[in-house]
């Protein structure tokens, strides 16, 4: 079983930069492939990004490339989200998922 918990959201400017964490419990995140996805308020939930568990290769929404990065720290057993030049429609619950498993959720809003 794998427990997992997204934290680093906030309120930011348009233009502003986070990052996003995924901690897991209870499994090692290396041996699986995660993704990030994101649901705003009134909208289905849209993949974001993912990495899988093999080579770290990394995958990306049409909408968020070039803008965020995925990656992962083995040691720490988490998975980042960093996120730049971020827009309004940015805005959304961010969740990690790995295989059936998901975290809480944070709240990221961009907004001046």
């Known amino acids: 079983q794998v427990q997992l918990v997204e934290s680093g959201g906030d309120l930011v400017q348009p233009g502003g930069s986070l990052r996003l964490s995924c901690a897991a419990s209870g499994s090692t995140l290396a041996n699986y492939a995660v993704a990030w996805f994101r649901q705003a308020p009134g909208k289905e939930r849209e993949y974001v990004a993912g990495i899988s568990n093999d080579r770290d290769l990394t995958y990306y929404a049409d909408s968020v490339k070039g803008r965020f990065t995925i990656a992962r720290d083995k040691p720490k057993n988490t998975v980042y989200l960093q996120m730049n030049s971020l827009k309004p429609e940015d805005t959304a619950v961010y969740s990690c998922?790995?295989?059936?498993?998901w975290g809480q959720g944070t709240q990221v809003t961009v907004s001046s």
């Open positions: 998922n790995v295989l059936d498993y």
